[in-house]
């Protein structure tokens, strides 16, 4: 079955960034001494977890909530209790629970107390390696789907099956010539509130939030940001990077998301970190501007924002209270 998202009950929402209410941030950082390549960060109850993707080296540090290195754990590798892959989170758990999606095929929970961290389940969730896999329930999982007519698919993951695909492609200034470029052009990421069952899709490339109702699959929320630095349309320079990249790496974290604004050039020096906070409705509340710029970020349920620099090649943690 194929779902096609109706303009029909769509709400159409403008927003002037510049208008909203912002706070400027200033960091407390420290160096990182212990990993190669930090590529993602969660907190659990008091602890600060980091995932690293060099693949000679442990795969998750632990720090305390004042960045001070306590253990890593786990090692890259094909034997038991290693990984070939490590990436994004696939649902919300606790305090002391993160799911992550391992090596191309699989959901590992991980479990964390005093004693450190353990795998306390791995399960097969797929056949074919996807993009932004988000677990729905025990049974449905969502991606991002490529080389297909619509963006996102279900699958169920016990009977190995599409469920549905569904959305629509937004138009963009940039005119794709094949179905890879209207891939990339329309890239988004996207987080699932799992109490509302909703969908909120963050585009890099074209200035719109997208909400979806996964019960019915139907886009009821577009939101525009109408002072957006305009995009280009020369397919050319895009893949150049001359495109302006507007939101990358959304969050949802208790009953706010998160996301990095960009509005520069994908080939621009990136300063500082202008982060949106809105609701799980869409409606954005404020943003916050951070002396620094943090390409992997967290934010705990109390507010405190937990980042990772990059300054002559060193890696540094930054935190403050947003």
């Known amino acids: 079955m194929c779902l096609s998202c109706s303009r029909k009950g769509c709400e159409q929402v403008e927003y002037a960034i510049k208008a909203i209410e912002s706070n400027d941030r200033v960091l407390d950082t420290c160096t990182i001494k212990e990993i190669y390549y930090p590529c993602d960060i969660y907190t659990l109850g008091n602890d600060i977890l980091v995932i690293n993707r060099d693949n000679n080296d ?48 699989n959901c590992t929970e991980f479990s964390l107390d005093n004693n450190g961290i353990t795998v306390t389940d791995n399960f097969h969730i797929l056949n074919e390696v996807q993009n932004n896999v988000i677990l729905l329930n025990d049974s449905l999982l969502f991606y991002r789907a490529l080389l297909n007519d619509d963006p996102f698919h279900v699958y169920n993951y016990v009977t190995d099956e599409v469920v549905c695909g569904f959305g629509e492609f937004p138009g963009s200034s940039i005119i794709p010539e094949t179905d890879a470029d209207r891939d990339n052009i329309c890239l988004c990421n996207s987080v699932y509130d799992v109490s509302g069952k909703k969908l909120v899709s963050f585009y890099e490339s074209i200035p719109i939030i997208r909400i979806y109702d996964m019960e019915t699959y139907d886009l009821i929320r577009e939101i525009r940001i109408v002072d957006s630095e305009k995009q280009i349309t020369s397919l050319d320079d895009y893949y150049e990077e001359e495109g302006f990249i507007y939101f990358l790496r959304p969050i949802l974290i208790g009953k706010y998301i998160y996301s990095l604004y960009l509005n520069v050039k994908s080939n621009s020096n990136v300063e500082k970190t202008v982060l949106v906070k809105m609701d799980l409705n869409g409606n954005i509340i404020t943003t916050f501007t951070l002396d620094r710029f943090c390409p992997v970020y967290t934010v705990s349920e109390d507010g405190m924002f937990y980042g990772i620099s990059v300054l002559n090649d060193e890696y540094f943690f930054c935190k403050t209270k947003l």
């Open 58 to 105: 442990k795969v998750i540090y632990r720090y305390d909530t004042e960045m001070s290195f306590k253990e890593a754990f786990f090692s890259y590798g094909r034997a038991g209790n290693e990984f070939s892959f490590v990436g994004n989170y696939l649902k919300y758990g606790n305090d002391s629970t993160l799911y992550l999606y391992t090596n191309w095929f």
